[in-house]
């Protein structure tokens, strides 16, 4: 039996002014699917996210959510159905509001708090998800006043509001001290292995790389370099193409370690000339 693909992107292009931040993105996410979301700095990650999650339009192409067509009359539906975790994006929207009242937000899936679609029971999921992850105590304080780690939980406990289908997660665990981030990663883990929800997790760290994780996807400059099975996208071949450097990639019980060597290249990563060895060390 073909398994319903939570997301299907056919061509999704996104365009700022002259700029092409994303192109030709096609990307099937079916349930029980955990991708890991690679890729450098600039290369179009949060753009690509906030368009699969609903929150932007793409330029160009299809977005399709749980089987439906993304338009204008069912996005706070489908969204409802998304839990989007996303400090860069949600940061240029939440400023002073309440720790509460952001969760709570969460339930209809917009910025701001729809009071008709709440009930006494939400309340108290919302704090519920609050408590569990370590921030009972600032329920009612402002977003702005949070420490980053704070900030990241208040959104994760926004995720989790609803019934999601998939958890969209962009680099949950930037920034945050050891204690808060091995808090998010246990959370996730816990959440991956109770369920078979589909999980999208942006990250640039290989300690992040947790076990469940059966899919990857490499974007470089807006487009898709490789797709798949992690262990294919993730090998030494296809990283050192990516890279344009030589890669080792070696998977152990212990987790991942992705190592780039610089031996015969600059800072910048362009080849070192030859005769370049002396000049650096003179």
């Known amino acids: 039996m073909r398994i319903l693909a939570v997301i299907c992107a056919e061509n999704i292009a996104f365009q700022r002014g002259r700029k092409h931040i994303l192109q030709n993105i096609c990307w099937q996410i079916e349930q029980g699917e955990y991708w890991l979301l690679f890729g450098l700095n600039g290369c179009g990650k949060t753009t690509l996210l906030s368009i699969l999650s609903g929150y932007a339009k793409s330029s160009a192409g299809e977005l399709m959510l749980f089987g439906e067509k993304l338009s204008d009359d069912n996005i706070l ?41 709440l009930t ?8 519920k998800w609050l408590t569990m992850l370590g921030l009972k105590k600032q329920i009612r304080y402002p977003y702005d006043l949070l420490s980053r780690g704070q900030k990241q939980r208040v959104l994760l406990a926004r995720a989790l509001m609803s019934e999601r289908k998939i958890l969209i997660l962009d680099e949950p665990c930037a920034g945050l001290d050891l204690l808060s981030k091995q808090k998010i990663l246990q959370a996730l883990n816990n959440f991956c292995q109770l369920t078979q929800k589909a999980v999208i997790y942006v990250t640039h760290h290989t300690d992040e790389i947790l076990s469940c994780f059966n899919k990857a996807l490499l974007l470089k400059d807006g487009q898709i370099h490789s797709q798949g099975d992690i262990n294919a996208v993730l090998s030494t071949n296809n990283l050192s193409d990516y890279f344009q450097i030589p890669t080792n990639v070696r998977r152990t019980d212990e987790g991942w370690s992705i190592q780039l060597d610089m031996t015969n290249y600059h800072i910048d990563g362009t080849p070192k000339a030859k005769g370049d060895e002396k000049n650096d060390q003179s």
């Open 77 to 117: 539906t489908l969204r409802r159905q998304i839990g989007w975790v996303s400090a860069s994006f949600f940061e240029q929207y939440i400023k002073t509001e309440a720790v509460l009242d952001i969760v709570l937000a969460g339930k209809s899936g917009t910025l701001g708090i729809r009071s008709e679609m």
């Open 120 to 127: 006494d029971e939400d309340v108290r999921q919302a704090k």
